[in-house]
């Protein structure tokens, strides 16, 4: 009896285990039923959301060979890789695939944008000049004849109080001779009551100042009164010390009053002025730091600073022109030596991307922006001053985002190639087909890009059934066989020329 019972009690408890787990499994069924749902909307749905995706997709491509295309997923048939799908907003974009393997092959590198410090520096070519203020001029304030001329060299140094030339002046030799009278009467006059002592001083000192004022100094003009005589020759000195940078004057010559017959310029001290084309102008200022290089000094360098901003430009060459002041004790520096000036403007916190991350085409600046997943965007940006390799950004990126800098023109090509992107749109004549630049950088540029794929031009219908008979020729590329084509035209992979092969075409 008790082993019935236990028996029972087994079965039992089994039954109730069975239906829980038949209740669990079947659970939806079951709710649908008792609830009158209809189990059909859940796989209505599911099939719903499947054909969105598949209306979403665009084409499938190759992740090797983007300018393959079909309509549905299978092999590439060049390389024999999985098909990838390319959404129509991924082709609209100009989304790129670029797998793992690819990017190392082509050698695809990223670097942050970032925001940051950003001086401009800019070269000008300058020359190195005489410092105008410095100038001296030799010139005589009586008319006369050069008796004897002891600096007759153009570039010879001279001392302040160098003689330079003695000359004859009639006017000069009067005017000693009415000093020394005027000095003979003060030395022989009358006693202090006399009422015309004070008018014979006055006549010596006048004498005295009209030597003075003819270009004699008081140490010439004593030597006179000393000798007692007038002397027929008087010694010109030099004024200043320096280097004899003009001369306009032989021995026995006759001068006139106001000529110039030297000029003498210091070089312990240099101008060098360089010129700056107009768009670097803004950039300009005085006090601003500039380093100073000379063919004449390589590996030496000037650190200095801009002394004065002229304040036109030049008219052919549509340059302005700052100076630079040099120290020049050593007399290293020439005036009339080339000198390469660098000049660097602080222009404060700035959006900044690597020069090599820009692309150009035609109107268009784009840079390729790394969305993850082997995913590269085109992006149009405006760009300003460049510096060190960077260009600044004015619009169309942020810090931190992650832009394409190495293989960057082979991303382009596989962009243009295989997207549809407005960006390679310029609303004229292609610039690529041209033989323009629309596609190079200002640093480095490949000489062609390849061609966009072209249409292929359908076949004339046949004339008669017997010409319907006949295949239509076959175009393939030598280097890629996979490429098969109805017409004529190029190849979408290496740009070479179709040429007429027997087998199937692509459809």
Not at 69 to 79: H, L, R
Not at 97 to 118: A, H, W
Not at 239 to 261: C, Q, W
């Amino acid at each position: 009896m008790n082993a019935n019972r236990v028996r029972s009690a087994a079965v039992s408890t089994a039954a109730i285990a069975a239906v829980t787990l038949l209740a669990v499994i079947y659970r939806a069924p079951l709710r649908a039923w008792f609830t009158g749902e209809n189990t059909s909307n859940g796989a209505l749905q599911t099939s719903r959301a499947n054909a969105s995706a598949a209306s979403a997709v665009d084409h499938y491509t190759c992740s090797m060979h983007p300018s393959v295309k079909q309509a549905e997923p299978g092999k590439c048939p060049i390389c024999g890789m999985d098909l990838i799908p390319v959404s129509k907003e991924q082709q609209a974009e100009g989304v790129v695939m670029i797998d793992e393997g690819r990017r190392q092959l082509i050698g695809v590198r990223t670097s942050p944008v970032i925001e940051g410090p950003f001086r401009s520096s800019f070269h000008a070519v300058g020359r190195v000049a005489y410092d105008e203020s410095a100038f001296t001029d030799v010139n005589l304030k009586v008319r006369g004849w050069i008796t004897k001329l002891l600096v007759n060299e153009t570039g010879e140094r001279v001392a302040r109080g160098q003689t330079l030339f003695s000359m004859y002046s009639p006017e000069l030799y009067s005017a000693e001779q009415d000093f020394l009278l005027a000095n003979r009467s003060v030395g022989t006059g009358s006693s202090a009551d006399d009422a015309g002592a004070p008018r014979v001083a006055a006549f010596a000192r006048a004498a005295r100042k009209r030597l003075n004022l003819l270009g004699l100094s008081d140490a010439q003009i004593d030597g006179i009164a000393a000798h007692g005589e007038p002397l027929e020759n008087i010694a010109i000195a030099s004024p200043a010390t320096g280097f004899v940078i003009e001369k306009n004057v032989v021995e026995g010559a006759s001068v006139d009053a106001g000529v110039r017959l030297f000029r003498i310029a210091a070089l312990n001290r240099v101008w060098v002025e360089a010129d700056i084309y107009e768009a670097d102008l803004a950039r300009v200022r005085v006090g601003q730091p500039a380093k100073v290089t000379l063919d004449y000094l390589p590996g030496h360098a000037y650190d200095a600073k801009i002394a004065y901003v002229y304040p036109y430009l030049e008219a052919g060459a549509r340059t302005g022109r700052v100076r630079i002041e040099l120290a020049n004790r050593e007399l290293e520096l020439r005036p009339g030596m080339y000198a390469s000036v660098e000049l660097t403007a602080d222009l404060g916190s700035r959006v900044q991307v690597p020069a090599s991350a820009i692309v150009y085409t035609g109107p268009r600046r784009l840079v390729f922006v790394d969305l993850g997943e082997g995913r590269f965007r085109p992006q149009e940006v405006r760009v300003g001053t460049e510096a060190d390799g960077k260009y600044e950004v004015l619009s169309g990126l942020k810090a931190g985002d992650l832009v394409a800098t190495s293989g960057v023109f082979l991303i382009a090509a596989e962009a243009r190639i295989s997207t549809a992107a407005k960006y390679w749109d310029n609303g004229a004549a292609d610039p690529a087909d041209a033989g323009s630049d629309s596609m190079a950088s200002p640093a480095s540029a490949p000489a062609s890009m390849p061609p966009a794929k072209p249409m292929p031009r359908p076949a004339p219908p046949p004339s008669s059934p017997a010409a319907a008979d006949v295949p239509s020729p076959v175009f393939s590329c030598p280097m890629h066989p996979a490429v098969r084509e109805r017409a004529p035209g190029k190849c979408p992979i290496c740009g070479m020329d179709l040429v007429p092969t027997s087998g199937a075409a692509k459809p």
